[in-house]
């Protein structure tokens, strides 16, 4: 049998494994969204054009939460929660943006709604794992993700951008410093800076 030689890991104690990382010590489970950086959401999403496409959106996500508390920390909840909403971010602009090349933008009631509708859905999916995050920490973080997405394509996302600002703005200091304690999550930031959508 033929000698393998297995990489060790340099300068990380996560360990990644199928769109995964594990934390070596503390065997924290966090989404990996950066594995494949260059890989444009555009061309991996699929784009139903119905007559509602804010709920044809919905039920495609495929909102995956690592949210067990037995297996991580708090932090790397949130983390993971945050992580989600990121993900979902882009695939919205991305949705919004080629329902908008068939036709009419979709409404600003209807892309505020779907937001609110992405929120209570990873917050129900947070309850059902038993995870101990409160749910304006999960609007926190919800509506942080979507300001730091949408912001950089903000000439499409004027409108709603303004009411998640409004929003955030009257969140409790104690949730501001939880999300951006959160924000502050290294990978986090680079997701949305190298990924395109």
């Known amino acids: 049998m033929p000698h393998l030689h297995v990489p060790v890991l ?79 971010a882009m695939r919205y602009a991305n949705y919004v943006r080629q329902l908008s090349k068939l036709g009419p933008r979709l409404s600003w009631v209807c892309m505020k709604d779907t937001i609110a509708d992405v929120i209570r859905c990873v917050l129900s999916n947070a309850r059902r794992h038993g995870s101990n995050v409160s749910a304006d920490e999960v609007h926190g973080l919800g509506y942080a993700a979507f300001i730091v997405v949408l912001r950089r394509k903000q000439s499409s996302f004027r409108d709603i951008l303004q009411w998640l600002e409004t929003i955030r703005q009257t969140q409790s200091n104690d949730i501001r410093s939880i999300v951006a304690k959160v924000a502050s999550d290294e990978q986090s930031r680079r997701i949305v800076s190298v990924k395109k959508y």
């Open 10 to 88: 340099t300068g990380t104690s996560e360990f990644p494994y199928c769109g995964l990382t594990i934390h070596t010590t503390t065997l924290n489970v966090k989404r990996d969204l950066l594995k494949n950086p260059d890989q444009d959401i555009s061309g991996i999403q699929t784009i139903e054009y119905s007559y509602r496409p804010s709920e044809s959106f919905m039920k495609r996500m495929l909102l995956r939460l690592y949210g067990d508390s037995v297996l991580n920390s708090r932090k790397t909840i949130l983390i993971n929660i945050q992580r989600t909403f990121i993900d979902v």
